[in-house]
């Protein structure tokens, strides 16, 4: 079965500093692949999305995001923090044909610190 | 453009009772998706319906939960006999079209937050 993990529950950086949240992959058919964030007690807003094409994803904010099928990634940057970049990151697959039903990770806390 | 409505957007139960959820989506929009996030996890997917119909209920326990989305009106996500293992927040997501093929994105609603005491 499809699973996303995404490496590290909590993430802090200073503001300005580069920002990196990891996610990996399961699926030996590449998916695809978002990135979506949530506010407290909020819901899901898309930052960006990959479905074919270019590999290198710009989405809103300022975040982008590279697929790399060799590993099976889809990394989230930001190149300088902003307080209000402070969220929860869910990265999370979808695969084709499959009625287009999420698969999320677990989940990244980013903090950014003054 | 309205988004996607989710009321009540918070929900207290004590065991036993029944709890109904329900979802609007975006105008335009004829499919449906229920996920549920418990606390320090990821969303775990429920149920996809399309108007009147039942798509994928892969995600739903076997017991006491059901979904719905009649021709008129919102989908109904309705949690019978709740424990307080239901507790959680539980988000509705809106597309336009089946599947992903043309990158269609979903829309989400703020969820609703239920409590069973």
């Known amino acids: 079965a499809q699973s996303v993990t995404q490496l590290g529950s909590h993430v802090s950086v200073s503001e300005g500093a580069l920002v990196l949240l990891r996610c990996n992959y399961s699926s030996s058919v590449p998916p695809y692949l978002f990135w979506y964030v949530q506010y407290p007690n909020q819901g899901l807003q898309l930052l960006l999305k990959y479905t074919t094409g270019a590999t290198l994803v710009k989405g809103i904010n300022g975040f982008e995001a590279e697929f790399k099928k060799s590993e099976t990634s889809f990394h989230l940057t930001k190149p300088s923090a902003h307080m209000s970049d402070a969220a929860e990151y869910f990265c999370?697959?979808?695969?084709?044909?499959?009625?287009?039903?999420?698969?999320f990770g677990q989940g990244t806390e980013l903090s950014v610190k003054p | 453009n309205a988004g996607v409505m989710q009321n009540p957007r918070h929900l207290v139960r004590r065991r036993g009772q029944e709890a109904r959820l329900r979802c609007s989506p975006m105008k335009g929009h004829s499919h449906v998706y229920w996920y549920r996030q418990l606390p320090e996890e990821g969303l775990k997917f429920m149920v996809y319906?399309?108007?009147?119909?039942?798509?994928?209920e892969s995600g739903m326990p076997k017991e006491r939960f059901s979904a719905e989305f009649p021709k008129e009106g919102p989908s109904i996500l309705r949690i019978q006999q709740v424990v307080r293992g239901d507790s959680a927040a539980y988000f509705c997501?809106?597309?336009?079209?089946?599947?992903?093929?043309?990158?269609?994105?979903?829309?989400f609603g703020p969820g609703t937050r239920l409590t069973v005491l």
């Open positions: 319906l399309q108007k009147e119909n039942i798509i994928d």
């Open positions: 999370a697959v979808s695969e084709y044909n499959q009625g287009g039903k999420l698969i």
């Open positions: 997501a809106s597309s336009p079209s089946r599947g992903l093929r043309a990158g269609n994105e979903q829309f």
